[in-house]
Protein backbone atom coordinates (compact mmCIF):
# COMPACT_ATOMS: atom_id res chain seq x y z
CA UNK A 1 0.00 0.00 0.00
CA UNK A 2 1.32 3.17 -1.18
CA UNK A 3 0.57 7.20 0.40
CA UNK A 4 -0.45 8.70 -2.76
CA UNK A 5 0.22 12.29 -2.76
CA UNK A 6 -2.89 14.63 -3.45
CA UNK A 7 -2.61 16.71 -7.07
CA UNK A 8 -2.48 20.69 -7.10
CA UNK A 9 -6.17 20.65 -8.60
CA UNK A 10 -7.43 18.57 -5.40
CA UNK A 11 -5.35 21.06 -2.59
CA UNK A 12 -7.13 24.36 -4.50
CA UNK A 13 -10.50 22.76 -4.52
CA UNK A 14 -10.46 21.91 -0.70
CA UNK A 15 -8.91 25.25 0.16
CA UNK A 16 -11.24 27.01 -1.99
CA UNK A 17 -14.45 24.87 -0.31
CA UNK A 18 -12.57 25.63 3.10
CA UNK A 19 -13.02 29.19 2.48
CA UNK A 20 -16.30 29.14 0.53
CA UNK A 21 -17.20 27.52 3.91
CA UNK A 22 -16.30 30.11 6.28
CA UNK A 23 -17.57 32.72 4.19
CA UNK A 24 -21.21 31.28 4.19
CA UNK A 25 -20.94 30.97 8.54
CA UNK A 26 -20.34 34.75 8.02
CA UNK A 27 -23.34 35.56 5.69
CA UNK A 28 -25.43 33.27 7.94
CA UNK A 29 -24.10 35.51 10.94
CA UNK A 30 -24.98 38.49 9.33
CA UNK A 31 -28.77 37.70 8.36
CA UNK A 32 -29.38 36.42 11.70
CA UNK A 33 -28.29 39.68 13.34
CA UNK A 34 -30.05 41.35 10.81
CA UNK A 35 -33.18 39.60 11.11
CA UNK A 36 -32.94 40.86 15.00
CA UNK A 37 -32.53 44.39 14.22
CA UNK A 38 -35.78 44.01 12.09
CA UNK A 39 -37.72 42.21 14.29
CA UNK A 40 -36.95 44.56 16.84
CA UNK A 41 -37.45 47.55 14.72
CA UNK A 42 -41.03 48.36 15.77
CA UNK A 43 -39.51 48.77 18.82
CA UNK A 44 -36.71 50.82 18.45
CA UNK A 45 -38.46 53.59 17.19
CA UNK A 46 -40.56 56.15 18.81
CA UNK A 47 -44.34 55.70 19.13
CA UNK A 48 -45.31 58.23 16.32
CA UNK A 49 -48.24 60.47 17.24
CA UNK A 50 -50.44 61.91 14.25
CA UNK A 51 -52.08 65.14 14.65
CA UNK A 52 -53.68 65.94 17.58
CA UNK A 53 -54.14 63.11 21.20
CA UNK A 54 -54.62 63.00 24.57
CA UNK A 55 -51.22 62.45 26.88
CA UNK A 56 -51.14 59.60 29.34
CA UNK A 57 -49.24 60.55 32.62
CA UNK A 58 -48.42 57.28 34.50
CA UNK A 59 -48.26 57.40 38.41
CA UNK A 60 -47.46 53.97 39.54
CA UNK A 61 -46.04 52.64 42.72
CA UNK A 62 -44.22 55.03 45.12
CA UNK A 63 -44.15 59.06 44.75
CA UNK A 64 -41.11 60.97 45.26
CA UNK A 65 -39.60 64.29 43.75
CA UNK A 66 -38.91 63.32 40.12
CA UNK A 67 -37.18 66.09 37.58
CA UNK A 68 -37.75 64.17 34.45
CA UNK A 69 -41.43 63.86 35.13
CA UNK A 70 -42.01 67.42 36.16
CA UNK A 71 -40.13 68.41 32.52
CA UNK A 72 -42.78 66.10 31.25
CA UNK A 73 -45.75 67.84 32.48
CA UNK A 74 -44.13 71.42 31.34
CA UNK A 75 -43.72 70.09 28.22
CA UNK A 76 -47.50 68.76 27.77
CA UNK A 77 -48.73 72.30 28.53
CA UNK A 78 -46.66 73.83 26.06
CA UNK A 79 -47.51 71.12 23.37
CA UNK A 80 -50.42 72.71 21.26
CA UNK A 81 -51.00 68.82 19.71
CA UNK A 82 -52.05 67.60 23.61
CA UNK A 83 -55.83 68.02 23.79
CA UNK A 84 -56.17 66.71 26.77
CA UNK A 85 -54.06 64.57 30.22
CA UNK A 86 -55.19 61.22 31.87
CA UNK A 87 -53.43 60.94 34.78
CA UNK A 88 -53.69 57.22 35.02
CA UNK A 89 -52.36 56.55 39.32
CA UNK A 90 -51.88 53.26 40.65
CA UNK A 91 -49.91 54.40 43.91
CA UNK A 92 -50.06 53.82 47.54
CA UNK A 93 -48.30 57.49 48.23
CA UNK A 94 -44.92 58.63 48.79
CA UNK A 95 -42.76 61.85 50.08
CA UNK A 96 -44.86 64.72 51.12
CA UNK A 97 -42.38 66.94 48.96
CA UNK A 98 -43.11 64.44 45.63
CA UNK A 99 -46.97 64.52 46.15
CA UNK A 100 -46.57 68.76 46.39
CA UNK A 101 -44.40 68.95 43.82
CA UNK A 102 -47.21 67.03 41.35
CA UNK A 103 -49.89 68.40 42.32
CA UNK A 104 -48.48 72.00 41.83
CA UNK A 105 -47.32 71.15 38.73
CA UNK A 106 -50.73 69.95 37.33
CA UNK A 107 -52.14 72.01 39.11
CA UNK A 108 -50.46 74.80 36.35
CA UNK A 109 -51.13 72.30 33.12
CA UNK A 110 -54.62 72.00 34.46
CA UNK A 111 -54.79 76.00 33.83
CA UNK A 112 -53.99 75.27 29.58
CA UNK A 113 -55.65 71.47 29.26
CA UNK A 114 -57.88 69.61 30.37
CA UNK A 115 -56.88 66.94 33.39
CA UNK A 116 -58.36 63.92 34.31
CA UNK A 117 -57.26 61.44 36.94
CA UNK A 118 -58.35 58.16 36.91
CA UNK A 119 -57.08 55.92 39.67
CA UNK A 120 -56.98 52.01 39.27
CA UNK A 121 -56.72 49.64 41.86
CA UNK A 122 -55.06 52.80 44.86
CA UNK A 123 -55.18 55.87 44.92
CA UNK A 124 -54.44 56.90 48.40
CA UNK A 125 -52.32 59.79 50.46
CA UNK A 126 -49.59 61.64 48.18
CA UNK A 127 -51.42 59.18 45.20
CA UNK A 128 -54.86 61.23 45.97
CA UNK A 129 -53.10 64.22 46.81
CA UNK A 130 -52.28 64.05 42.96
CA UNK A 131 -55.86 63.00 41.60
CA UNK A 132 -57.37 66.23 43.31
CA UNK A 133 -54.91 67.95 40.88
CA UNK A 134 -57.25 67.33 38.08
CA UNK A 135 -60.38 68.86 36.85
CA UNK A 136 -62.31 65.38 37.55
CA UNK A 137 -61.40 62.12 39.37
CA UNK A 138 -62.42 58.47 38.12
CA UNK A 139 -62.36 55.25 40.54
CA UNK A 140 -63.45 51.40 40.30
CA UNK A 141 -65.99 51.22 42.60
CA UNK A 142 -63.66 49.00 44.64
CA UNK A 143 -60.26 50.99 44.35
CA UNK A 144 -58.93 52.21 47.49
CA UNK A 145 -58.45 56.35 47.70
CA UNK A 146 -58.53 58.49 50.69
CA UNK A 147 -55.51 58.04 53.39
CA UNK A 148 -55.33 61.44 53.58
CA UNK A 149 -52.76 62.34 56.40
CA UNK A 150 -49.07 62.49 57.15
CA UNK A 151 -46.84 60.15 58.70
CA UNK A 152 -43.59 60.32 60.30
CA UNK A 153 -42.00 56.61 61.38
CA UNK A 154 -39.16 56.64 64.24
CA UNK A 155 -37.81 52.97 65.46
CA UNK A 156 -36.44 52.86 68.96
CA UNK A 157 -33.40 50.27 68.99
CA UNK A 158 -32.43 50.95 72.46
CA UNK A 159 -32.99 47.76 74.04
CA UNK A 160 -31.48 45.85 70.75
CA UNK A 161 -28.21 48.01 71.48
CA UNK A 162 -28.40 47.02 75.03
CA UNK A 163 -28.78 43.79 74.90
CA UNK A 164 -25.50 43.49 72.24
CA UNK A 165 -23.75 45.49 74.08
CA UNK A 166 -23.54 48.51 71.98
CA UNK A 167 -23.01 52.14 73.03
CA UNK A 168 -24.31 55.08 71.07
CA UNK A 169 -23.23 58.42 71.63
CA UNK A 170 -22.81 61.77 69.48
CA UNK A 171 -21.77 65.27 69.96
CA UNK A 172 -24.63 67.48 68.05
CA UNK A 173 -24.80 71.29 67.87
CA UNK A 174 -27.85 71.37 69.29
CA UNK A 175 -30.74 69.41 71.60
CA UNK A 176 -32.46 68.90 68.23
CA UNK A 177 -29.98 67.80 65.89
CA UNK A 178 -30.38 64.52 64.29
CA UNK A 179 -33.54 63.98 66.97
CA UNK A 180 -35.05 61.60 67.33
CA UNK A 181 -32.06 58.79 68.23
CA UNK A 182 -32.95 55.47 66.66
CA UNK A 183 -31.49 54.65 70.59
CA UNK A 184 -34.27 56.31 72.52
CA UNK A 185 -37.59 56.65 72.66
CA UNK A 186 -39.37 59.99 70.63
CA UNK A 187 -40.32 62.38 73.78
CA UNK A 188 -40.17 65.26 75.32
CA UNK A 189 -38.91 68.33 72.80
CA UNK A 190 -37.90 65.70 69.71
CA UNK A 191 -41.82 64.21 69.83
CA UNK A 192 -43.13 67.75 70.08
CA UNK A 193 -40.82 68.97 67.36
CA UNK A 194 -41.35 66.46 64.83
CA UNK A 195 -45.12 66.38 66.01
CA UNK A 196 -45.34 70.32 64.85
CA UNK A 197 -43.75 69.18 61.29
CA UNK A 198 -46.24 66.44 60.45
CA UNK A 199 -48.91 69.10 61.21
CA UNK A 200 -47.51 71.57 59.75
CA UNK A 201 -47.83 69.43 56.48
CA UNK A 202 -51.29 67.81 57.83
CA UNK A 203 -53.03 71.32 57.53
CA UNK A 204 -51.70 71.87 54.45
CA UNK A 205 -53.03 68.56 53.04
CA UNK A 206 -56.87 69.29 54.49
CA UNK A 207 -57.01 72.83 52.84
CA UNK A 208 -56.40 71.76 50.05
CA UNK A 209 -58.65 68.77 49.53
CA UNK A 210 -61.23 71.19 51.21
CA UNK A 211 -60.81 73.61 47.96
CA UNK A 212 -60.14 71.36 45.30
CA UNK A 213 -63.05 68.58 46.75
CA UNK A 214 -65.36 71.97 46.91
CA UNK A 215 -66.21 71.03 50.65
CA UNK A 216 -66.19 72.99 53.77
CA UNK A 217 -62.86 72.43 55.67
CA UNK A 218 -64.92 70.88 58.94
CA UNK A 219 -65.72 68.25 56.42
CA UNK A 220 -62.84 67.69 54.59
CA UNK A 221 -60.88 67.55 57.80
CA UNK A 222 -63.84 64.84 59.40
CA UNK A 223 -62.10 62.78 56.69
CA UNK A 224 -59.01 63.26 56.69
CA UNK A 225 -58.19 60.52 60.23
CA UNK A 226 -55.73 58.62 57.68
CA UNK A 227 -59.36 56.52 56.37
CA UNK A 228 -59.03 54.40 53.49
CA UNK A 229 -62.11 54.16 51.84
CA UNK A 230 -63.61 52.41 48.30
CA UNK A 231 -64.71 54.35 45.69
CA UNK A 232 -68.30 53.93 45.95
CA UNK A 233 -67.83 55.36 49.31
CA UNK A 234 -64.87 58.13 47.83
CA UNK A 235 -68.34 59.30 45.47
CA UNK A 236 -70.65 59.31 48.38
CA UNK A 237 -68.49 61.39 50.19
CA UNK A 238 -66.95 63.76 47.50
CA UNK A 239 -63.35 62.51 47.46
CA UNK A 240 -63.62 61.39 43.95
CA UNK A 241 -65.99 62.51 41.25
CA UNK A 242 -67.44 59.32 39.08
CA UNK A 243 -67.31 55.04 38.72
CA UNK A 244 -65.10 54.06 35.98
CA UNK A 245 -61.93 53.98 34.24
CA UNK A 246 -60.29 55.40 31.19
CA UNK A 247 -63.04 54.67 28.91
CA UNK A 248 -65.21 56.82 31.18
CA UNK A 249 -62.81 59.51 31.54
CA UNK A 250 -62.68 59.76 27.59
CA UNK A 251 -66.76 59.90 27.50
CA UNK A 252 -66.59 62.89 29.99
CA UNK A 253 -64.04 64.57 28.23
CA UNK A 254 -65.82 64.68 24.81
CA UNK A 255 -69.01 65.54 26.65
CA UNK A 256 -67.98 68.19 28.57
CA UNK A 257 -64.91 69.46 27.34
CA UNK A 258 -65.34 68.72 23.66
CA UNK A 259 -63.52 66.30 22.83
CA UNK A 260 -63.17 64.45 19.30
CA UNK A 261 -64.07 61.33 19.50
CA UNK A 262 -61.83 57.94 18.82
CA UNK A 263 -58.68 60.59 19.49
CA UNK A 264 -55.83 58.60 20.23
CA UNK A 265 -54.19 58.23 23.42
CA UNK A 266 -50.47 58.30 23.83
CA UNK A 267 -48.29 57.20 27.05
CA UNK A 268 -46.17 60.03 27.18
CA UNK A 269 -44.41 59.32 30.74
CA UNK A 270 -42.88 57.44 31.55
CA UNK A 271 -41.69 56.80 27.95
CA UNK A 272 -42.26 52.82 27.11
CA UNK A 273 -38.72 51.46 27.03
CA UNK A 274 -37.57 50.59 23.38
CA UNK A 275 -35.17 48.11 21.16
CA UNK A 276 -32.54 46.51 23.03
CA UNK A 277 -33.35 48.79 26.31
CA UNK A 278 -37.31 46.92 26.45
CA UNK A 279 -35.31 43.65 25.88
CA UNK A 280 -32.69 44.03 28.85
CA UNK A 281 -35.69 45.20 30.59
CA UNK A 282 -38.03 42.29 30.08
CA UNK A 283 -34.52 39.68 30.59
CA UNK A 284 -33.93 41.72 34.09
CA UNK A 285 -37.27 41.15 35.16
CA UNK A 286 -37.37 37.39 34.51
CA UNK A 287 -34.36 36.98 36.22
CA UNK A 288 -35.50 39.00 39.20
CA UNK A 289 -39.06 37.40 39.18
CA UNK A 290 -37.37 33.78 39.35
CA UNK A 291 -35.22 34.84 41.75
CA UNK A 292 -37.99 36.07 43.92
CA UNK A 293 -36.62 39.69 43.90
CA UNK A 294 -38.80 42.64 43.99
CA UNK A 295 -38.65 45.19 40.76
CA UNK A 296 -36.54 47.80 43.38
CA UNK A 297 -38.96 49.78 45.55
CA UNK A 298 -37.82 53.17 46.46
CA UNK A 299 -36.90 53.63 50.06
CA UNK A 300 -38.62 56.33 51.53
CA UNK A 301 -36.55 59.05 54.50
CA UNK A 302 -38.43 61.92 56.72
CA UNK A 303 -41.97 62.75 56.22
CA UNK A 304 -44.45 60.41 54.24
CA UNK A 305 -48.28 60.59 52.64
CA UNK A 306 -48.28 56.73 52.21
CA UNK A 307 -50.53 54.36 53.03
CA UNK A 308 -49.03 51.18 54.32
CA UNK A 309 -50.72 47.71 55.71
CA UNK A 310 -48.66 47.23 59.09
CA UNK A 311 -49.26 44.75 61.92
CA UNK A 312 -48.51 45.89 65.32
CA UNK A 313 -47.47 43.14 68.18
Known sequence: MTDQ?????????????????????VLAFIALAIAIIVGLGRFALPEGKSGVYVARLVIDGTIATDPERLEAIQKLAEDDAVKAVIVAINSPGGTTAGG?????????????????????????????????????IFA??????GSIGVLYQHVNAGKLLDTIGIDFDKVASGPLKAEPDFDEPMEGAPRASIAALVDDSFQWFVDVVAERRDMPRPAALALADGRIVTGRVGVETGLIDEIGGELEALAWLEAE?????????????PEPEQGFNLLGTVLGGQARAALGLPDGPITLDGLVSLWQVGTRS
Not at 5 to 25: D, N, Q, V
Not at 140 to 145: A, F, M
Request: hydrophobic content about 40%; charged content about 25%; aromatic content about 6%.
Open 257 to 269: QDLAEDIEVVTVY
Open 100 to 136: EELYEALGQLRATKPTVAVIKELGASAAYMTAIATDR
Open 5 to 25: TPSPHTIIAAETYRKSRGLWR
Open 140 to 145: RRLSIV
